[in-house]
């Protein structure tokens, strides 16, 4: 199983700094199956991060929404400790 973190980063309709979740490898292979359908219909649903903690993500308020791997300079909500 991967220990690579990878980046769910959310661009909010209302503008403002981009929000940056850490999600394991798993919760970004579910995630990038169901992505385009969650941003195009609202959906809210729970990520799970990281570092095991959740997050509900209220996709109605998303204007576009992307995966990709977490960088080690980029802080994000979610992230493990890092070593």
């Given at each position: 199983?991967?220990?690579?973190?990878?980046?769910?980063?959310?661009?909010?309709?209302?503008?403002g700094s981009p929000i940056v979740l850490a999600v394991d490898?798993?919760?970004?292979?579910?995630?990038?199956?169901?992505?385009?359908?969650?941003?195009?219909?609202?959906?809210?649903?729970?990520?799970?991060?990281?570092?095991?903690?959740?997050?509900?993500?209220?996709?109605?308020?998303?204007?576009?929404?992307?995966?990709?791997?977490?960088?080690?300079?980029?802080?994000?909500?979610?992230?493990?400790?890092?070593?």
């Amino acid at each position: 199983m991967s220990t690579e973190q990878h980046a769910l980063t959310l661009h909010l309709v209302a503008g403002g700094s981009p929000i940056v979740l850490a999600v394991d490898h798993s919760t970004s292979e579910s995630l990038s199956g169901d992505l385009e359908s969650l941003v195009r219909d609202g959906d809210t649903t729970s990520i799970d991060l990281a570092d095991g903690g959740r997050m509900v993500v209220d996709f109605s308020t998303v204007a576009t929404a992307h995966l990709s791997e977490l960088r080690h300079s980029v802080t994000a909500y979610g992230q493990r400790a890092r070593r």
